[in-house]
Structure formats: structure tokens, C-alpha cells
């Protein structure tokens, strides 16, 4: 029984797993994935036919990945100060261009609604107090600021992920 048995018959089994946990504790995918082949093959070792399906057994060993992930956590919070959103501050509009930026943006649809909506909040400012020292924008004070307006916490990633990857990629071309 265990000969027939193979990894790629499992694999979507643990990259799913990997994917799961590598969104909950910002860790890398690949990493989790690779430590779920090993204990894939550490199962494969130890599984007994008489006690259980090898899919049973090995999606309860798969729970050792949260301990992995645990350990290797890597700090949730990402920090960004206004001025780092972009890799180099040079090109820093003053508000206004940043403004008909926005428009064009808005107008070209090259970002979700959702996702504009927290472009134009950061870019604003609206989470500064006014007459207080600026602090740097987090994840975590975005994700409070949009989940008390009843957004899901997946949308909020979400959204600050294409966030990052439009700025990193079609910011520069304005």
C-alpha cells in the first residue's frame, strides 16, 4: 500500500496548506511548502495502513506546519513612511500632481475601487492628527482604519497588495 503512494498525488494537498498559513504569518510560500515536503516524507515513514488513510494521517501531520510557521514568523507589520511608498523619493509629487494623478488613475480604472479608496486615504493624509507628529504608515493601522468602515480583512490585503505592486510598477510611468 504505502509503494503506491506518491508525492504528486499530495502535493496540492500541502500547497494549499503552505498558501493558507504563508498569507497568515507572512511568510514566505515557498519555504512553508518545502517544509511540508518533509514532512510529507516524514509521514510517508511512520504510516501505518491499519490506523488510517495515508490522506488522513498526513493532513493532521500537516498541523506541525503552524508550529513551523510560528517559529519562523516574520513581523506581520509592515511599516512604510509616506515618503518610502515609492524607491525613490525624488520623484515625489507635491499634492496636487498627485491629485491629477489620482483622477487619471481613477479614470484609466487601473486600480480596483476598493483599492483607490486606500490610495487616496494614504495620499491624503486623513490618518494624520493634526497638530501631532506625523507617524509612519503600517498594515495594521490601514487594515483597523478600513475594517471599523466593515471592510473584510482579505479585502484589505488584497487591496494593499495591488497597492504595492501598482506602485512599484506604473507609478514611476507618471
Not at 515609492?86 to 480596483?112: A, C
Not at 486615504?121 to 492628527?129: G, S
Request: one cysteine or more; aromatic letters at 14%.
Amino acid at each position: 500500500m504505502v509503494e503506491n503512494i506518491s508525492f504528486e498525488s499530495y502535493k496540492r494537498m500541502i500547497w494549499k496548506r503552505a498558501h493558507k498559513l504563508s498569507k497568515k504569518y507572512n511568510i514566505e510560500w515557498d519555504d512553508i511548502a518545502s517544509q511540508g515536503s518533509l514532512i510529507f516524507v516524514k509521514t510517508l515513514k511512520k504510516f501505518d495502513p491499519s490506523k488510517s488513510s495515508f490522506s488522513t494521517y498526513l493532513y493532521h501531520s500537516l498541523r506541525d506546519l503552524d508550529n513551523y510557521c510560528i517559529k519562523n514568523q516574520k513581523n506581520a507589520e509592515v511599516e512604510l513612511d509616506y515618503d518610502s511608498l515609492i524607491s525613490v523619493n525624488m520623484y515625489l509629487p507635491d499634492i496636487e500632481s498627485f491629485k491629477k494623478m489620482l483622477k487619471k488613475v481613477e479614470d484609466n480604472r487601473e486600480l480596483s475601487k476598493q483599492s483607490l479608496e486606500m490610495l487616496k486615504y494614504i495620499i491624503e493624509r486623513e490618518w494624520e492628527v493634526p497638530g501631532k507628529r506625523p507617524h509612519k504608515v503600517s498594515f495594521s493601522m490601514i487594515a483597523g482604519y478600513f475594517k471599523s468602515k466593515g471592510w473584510v480583512a482579505s479585502s484589505v490585503r488584497d487591496c494593499w497588495e495591488e497597492l504595492h505592486i501598482w506602485w512599484n510598477t506604473y507609478y514611476l510611468a507618471y
